[in-house]
Antibody
Framework: QLQLQESGPGLVKPSETLSLTCTVSGGSISSSSYYWAWIRQPPGKEREWVGSIYYSGTTYYNPSLKSRLTISVDTSKNQFSLKLSSVTAADTAFYYC????????????WGQGTLVTVSS | DIQMTQSPSSLSASVGDRVTITCRASQNISTYLNWYQQKPGKAPKLLIYATFSLQSGVPSTFSGSGSGTDFTLTISCLQPEDFASYYCQQSFNTPYTFGQGTRLDLK
């Protein structure tokens, strides 16, 4: 059974870089059948697709975040990561990682999510 | 970006009720519409994909319908474990976008 788990600091200072890692277990991140994604939801606001990556390293970013965003993959560790630079309070959110399945471009399964707060 | 509008934003119902949640897209998305359930502190769970297809393991009391811009998620007979939040998501193009969610609680 595939499982995903987010990890990283829960508190980041304004203007710094938010870094999160998603560890995939129960399956290989190198599968050619899937993509891997980050989704976030600020408290009380709408859920937002952040971006996606293929095991080869090809990335797809939300244009609203593209200038500050880097998503990378480490197949040797079965992990993929998110880095968001120059954060502000608006980046405070629950961050989820998920597998993205091309058939219907659906997210399944998801990690439990981690709350990242941007505050000094 | 395609805007997804869900209604209602909250809903109170009883065990055994039939409930319907709607999702409207700001443009034609064919049947590229997925539904998720989320309970507090838990990972979101895929319920229905491509408008109609029930994810493996999801009870048949859940069903989806629609096409174009208007979609519905129906729970035919509410069970205690169904009280949760529900979100639609369009997968017609990127950036993928979600509805604001519908919170279903016990009347």
């Amino acid at each position: 059974q595939l499982q995903l788990q987010e990890s990283g600091p829960g508190l980041v200072k304004p203007s710094e870089t938010l870094s999160l890692t998603c560890t995939v277990s129960g399956g290989s991140i190198s599968s050619s059948s899937y993509y891997w994604a980050w989704i976030r939801q600020p408290p009380g606001k709408e859920r937002e697709w952040v971006g996606s990556i293929y095991y080869s390293g090809t990335t797809y970013y939300n244009p609203s975040l593209k200038s500050r965003l880097t998503i990378s993959v480490d197949t040797s560790k079965n992990q993929f990561s998110l880095k968001l630079s120059s954060v502000t309070a608006a980046d405070t959110a629950f961050y989820y990682c998920a597998r993205l399945i091309p058939a219907a471009w659906r997210f399944d399964p998801w990690g439990q999510g981690t709350l990242v707060t941007v505050s000094s | 970006d395609i805007q997804m509008t869900q209604s209602p934003s909250s809903l109170s119902a009883s065990v055994g009720d039939r409930v319907t949640i709607t999702c409207r897209a700001s443009q034609n998305i064919s049947t590229y519409l997925n539904w998720y359930q989320q309970k507090p502190g838990k990972a979101p769970k895929l319920l229905i994909y491509a408008t109609f297809s029930l994810q493996s393991g999801v009870p048949s009391t859940f069903s989806g319908s629609g096409s174009g811009t208007d979609f519905t998620l129906t729970i035919s007979c509410l069970q205690p474990e169904d009280f949760a939040s529900y979100y639609c998501q369009q997968s017609f193009n990127t950036p993928y976008t979600f509805g604001q969610g519908t919170r279903l609680d016990l009347k």
